[in-house]
């Protein structure tokens, strides 16, 4: 399984952005969730929430109110909706696909989109 983001750009402070994240389908590993990072240069990880099976989503505090997350686990592709958008919100956005199989579970990192907020 290989997440892939899309979606990445510049953007003016209190703009909008929507990630994608689509995930390659594999024989051996089905995907339980998905998961948004970032990392800002300089910055540690971030996370910012999680997509579940059904459709149940957790966005962690910081990100409450201006993302929100959406999409279906079972397709293998989730979104990140950002809106007002602030400077320090320039990063590296990155989609996790959590994976099991053969008894196993694995966290399946995408290569990230760049997201840059400035005027």
């Known amino acids: 399984v290989q997440p892939m983001e899309s979606g990445g750009g510049f953007v003016q402070p209190g703009g909008s952005l929507r990630l994608s994240c689509e995930a390659s389908?594999?024989?051996?590993?089905?995907?339980?969730?998905m998961i948004w990072y970032r990392q800002g240069s300089g910055k540690e990880r971030e996370r910012i929430g999680t997509?579940?099976?059904?459709?149940?989503?957790e966005l962690q505090d910081p990100f409450k109110g201006r993302f929100s997350i959406s999409g279906d686990v079972a397709l293998n592709t989730n979104f990140l909706q950002m809106t007002s958008l602030k400077p320090e919100d320039t990063a590296v956005y990155y989609c996790?696909?959590?994976?099991?199989?053969?008894?196993?579970?694995?966290?399946?990192w995408g290569q990230g989109t760049q997201v840059t907020v400035s005027a």
């Open positions: 996790v696909a959590v994976t099991t199989g053969g008894g196993k579970t694995y966290a399946r």
């Open positions: 997509l579940k099976r059904g459709g149940v989503t």
């Open positions: 389908r594999s024989d051996s590993e089905t995907v339980s969730s």
